[in-house]
């Protein structure tokens, strides 16, 4: 099994999607990327781990990676290992005890655990030919490390900041901080209005 090495460029989200938000890995040594839609839940996930936005309980993926972790276990790599019917399938690789698992998984909660544990994300080859496309050029530009398409953004972008926000309100909500969620809640407003 031949497979690539890939790091997340970006996350979009974008409401031809219907809510669903897209991840869009490149390849390490090259500029490939393969997009792959996920759910607003995972996408939310990958972001805050990415900003490293701890939130005030455990997510799933944060008690997933504490169960490995006290079992003594790591995870090796995630493989995004198959394209069937235009949905993708995964492989979370495990070692616990000098035992290796593969676990499958859903790409989106394969790639949110990889972040967590810092594991590298890999895909085999035939799915990158399947699926993936190198980027454009325009006027002899080279666009490599630009996003693809209206609606992606990285870790540092509007989008991102949104998120980290709504994670905060949240926060000040729950704790009955409601001057600061006001204000939290007008930060998001300001930053919603300036897109």
Sequence with gaps: MNKIQCEILG????????????????????????????GAFEAQAIALEIEGINPPRPLTHDLLKQVIDTLGGSVKEVIIDELRENTFFAKIIL???????????????AIAIAVRTKAPIFVVENVMEAAAFLPTTEQGKDTE???PGEGFFNANSKEAQIASLQTK???AIESEE?????????????LTNQN
């Design 95 to 109: 070692e616990v005890s000098a035992l290796t698992y593969e676990i499958d998984s859903r790409p989106s909660d």
């Design 11 to 38: 996350l979009s989200s974008s409401p031809a999607t219907g809510g669903a938000y897209a991840i869009l890995l490149k390849e390490m040594n090259s500029s490939r990327r393969l997009p792959i839609i996920i």
């Design 145 to 147: 490390d630009e996003l």
């Design 178 to 190: 409601y001057e600061r969620a006001a204000k939290l809640r007008d930060d998001i407003q300001k």
């Design 169 to 171: 309100l949240r926060e």
